[in-house]
């Protein structure tokens, strides 16, 4: 028996206006483990596929290739011997119809010290509607990547400081220890902006307010968040709204995808009801063949060597 799906925020009626739909999965996600070395970069995959052109696209795949009879998963997909030519056939079948957003999972985090730490948290961190901050956080990324094990240091003692799970009270020391590792990365970059500009009083009251689950700041380890707009933000192009059908993820709830709405909406100049985000339905990927594409095209575009990188945070677009 299936446990009902988690997550969601069905629109409470028809979109109006120019909408598009979409089916997303993704590839990398590890939960709050950020600094897994296995898994650096999260995929998240989108295409605007009827059901129809999916389950064609799904058989068609299939016939080449044995797979499980009720559900294609990229896992078993990069298995083959013929994955890489099945992945070019994918793309020239996807073209125009499909859209990764790759997103390095330590940029992400460095998103995060500048975001919470040096301004008011904000949903759309980690995005490029991030503005003057975002540049901040690319010029700490890209220093402290040379750091070596002070940099690896620091980022573990930021995510331990916003850990609030099993926790009881603050003055466990992450701070202090946050700090020493500030220190010791100061020593490699010791003009940046953002090390120094670091507070230990802010710093405290922004633990304080996560140990109080403020629910006002952003879920501070949760990366699918700044993925999800970014891929709302490429669909809603020319000012279309976009209707998400998702594999089913816990991370993203409907108190987070409402506040996400109303940022995208704000940012747009737009009224609440109006947001490019109109809805967000999950699903289980073995009933939709179109998060199944979605999947195998997250599964295989992860890997991909990043010769083509543009920056920290990387755009693939098919």
């Given at each position: 028996m299936r446990l009902p799906l988690q997550g969601g925020l069905p629109p409470v009626a028809v979109p109006?206006?120019?909408?598009?739909?979409?089916?997303?999965?993704?590839?990398?996600f590890s939960g709050t483990n950020l600094l897994d070395p296995a898994t650096p970069v999260i995929a998240h995959a989108s295409v605007d596929l009827s059901v129809p052109e999916a389950t064609a696209?799904?058989?068609a795949l299939r016939s080449d290739f044995r797979f499980a009879p009720h559900e294609?998963?990229?896992?078993?997909?990069?298995?083959r011997p013929e994955a890489a030519e099945a992945w070019a056939w994918l793309l020239a079948a996807l073209r125009g119809r499909a859209h990764v957003h790759l997103l390095d999972k330590q940029f992400f985090l460095v998103t995060r010290v500048v975001d919470l730490l040096l301004g008011e948290p904000s949903y759309l961190a980690g995005t490029r509607l991030a503005g003057d901050r975002w540049a901040e956080a690319r010029t700490l990324h890209g220093a402290g990547r040379t750091a070596g094990p002070d940099w690896d240091a620091f980022l573990a003692a930021f995510v331990d400081t916003l850990r609030t799970k099993r926790r009881d009270r603050a003055g466990d020391g992450s701070v202090d220890r946050f700090f020493a590792a500030r220190d010791a990365l100061l020593r490699h970059v010791p003009a940046d902006a953002v090390l120094t500009a670091l507070d230990r009083s802010r710093v405290?009251?922004?633990?304080?307010?996560?140990?109080?689950?403020?629910?006002?700041?952003?879920p501070p380890l949760e990366p699918l968040l700044p993925a999800l707009a970014e891929t709302v933000l490429f669909w809603s192009a020319g000012r279309r709204r976009v209707l998400v059908t998702h594999d089913e993820q816990s991370a993203l709830t409907a108190d987070r995808l409402r506040r996400l709405q109303w940022a995208l909406a704000e940012r747009a100049g737009l009224p609440a009801g109006e947001s490019p985000l109109a809805g967000l339905v999950m699903t289980d990927s073995r009933d939709d063949p179109r998060v199944q594409v979605a999947d195998l095209l997250a599964g295989m575009a992860r890997p991909i060597p990043r010769s083509g990188e543009k920056g920290p945070l990387l755009y693939q677009r098919r």
């Open positions: 109006s206006g120019a909408v598009v739909e979409i089916a997303c999965d993704e590839s990398g696209l799904v058989a294609l998963k990229s896992r078993q997909f990069l298995r405290a009251d922004v633990q304080a307010r996560l140990y109080a689950q403020d629910r006002s700041i952003p």
